[in-house]
């Protein structure tokens, strides 16, 4: 099973799910669109989910297909996941900005995630997920509380 997550940002993204829904897979697909509003046989679409159902939805896939946002891919990571992210962009009216290209380009780049962007496909990404290993990623939330209590507390 195949899990793509959108977000809950205001800006619809249904240029992910043109690419999905143009795509070659076969496997089931279950899509927390938010505020994306979308129609297509192939995905089952949710506007939102309870945070035990995307748990399940998280823990019961094979793969998961993501906007860029950082709470996102940390917690499919986080699960030993492997992720495919595309970053929304504010040219498309995806979202405010572009800061999701630097988040999904860096996690890529240290060999977190596959990056799915202009310069390929996603038939081609869905293939090389299978072999790919990602790197075990590793919280750093506990160092930076312990750092900040020493910061404060001088």
């Not at 309870?50 to 998961?64: H, Q, T």
């Not at 906007?67 to 917690?75: A, C, K, P």
């Not at 293939?127 to 750092?147: C, D, L, M």
Request: proline letters at 1%; one cysteine or more; a positive charge.
């Amino acid at each position: 099973m195949i899990l793509v997550t959108l977000g809950t940002q205001k800006q619809a993204f249904t240029r992910l799910l043109d690419l999905i829904k143009k795509a070659n897979i076969k496997d089931k697909i279950i899509v927390q669109a938010g505020n994306t509003k979308y129609s297509s046989k192939k995905m089952q679409i949710f506007d939102y989910i309870s945070y035990e159902e995307m748990n399940k939805f998280i823990d019961d896939s094979d793969l998961i297909i993501t906007h860029g946002g950082t709470g996102s891919i940390v917690t499919a990571l986080q699960k030993g996941k492997k992720v495919i992210a595309c970053a929304r962009k504010k040219e498309y009216g995806e979202h405010a900005d572009d800061h999701q290209e630097e988040i999904v380009s860096t996690f890529a780049k240290a060999g977190y995630i596959l990056e799915l962007n202009e310069n390929n496909n996603i038939d081609d990404l869905i293939k090389e997920v299978k072999a790919f290993k990602p790197k075990k990623f590793v919280s750093n939330t506990e160092r930076f509380k312990e750092k900040l209590a020493k910061e404060i507390g001088r």
